[in-house]
């Protein structure tokens, strides 16, 4: 493992445990707010927004931002 990956707390950690655990800890209204894109807001499910995620790399930007900060703000 190179030394940039073992301090990248991405590394490891799919797209869809990120999503999962985001709407563990918001639920999907309040990440809908949080992050307003329509596959959040409307009918949301975690398939049809890895989806619209995967091909959208804004989106997944804002999604893995989010991440780190819930991460960080356990740590605290």
Known sequence: MSGTQANN?????????MLTELVEHYGWDELGQEIPIRCFQHEPSV??????????????????????????????
């Open 9 to 17: 707390p991405l590394h490891g950690v799919t797209l869809e445990r």
């Open 47 to 76: 398939a049809s927004s890895l989806k619209f995620l995967r091909r959208t790399p804004w989106a997944r930007e804002r999604v893995e931002s989010l991440y780190l900060y819930v991460l960080r703000s356990r740590r605290r």
